[in-house]
């Protein structure tokens, strides 16, 4: 399945780390400090049910994640 976050903030991000970690292909749209954070750190998830790391693009142009045809 293919999917895109927009809003990679502290909820969409944790929800896209989790289905990237599933196997899903994940987008990651943001703005501002944490589109920043993720192009340069990636995704980093602490959690009780487990920490992981995920490299995903992310971007604040949704052209550049497939999702605008012209």
């Given at each position: 399945m293919k999917l895109c976050i927009f809003g990679a903030g502290g909820?969409?991000?944790?929800?896209?780390?989790?289905?990237?970690h599933a196997g899903h292909?994940?987008?990651?749209?943001?703005r501002g400090d944490h589109l920043a954070a993720l192009?340069?750190?990636g995704l980093q998830v602490?959690?009780?049910h487990?920490?992981?790391a995920v490299d995903r693009p992310a971007t604040d142009?949704?052209?550049?994640?497939?999702?605008?045809?012209r």
């Open positions: 909820i969409g991000g944790y929800l896209g780390a989790r289905l990237a292909g994940v987008r990651l749209i943001a192009q340069t750190d602490e959690s009780i487990g920490d992981m142009n949704p052209a550049e994640a497939g999702l605008m045809r």
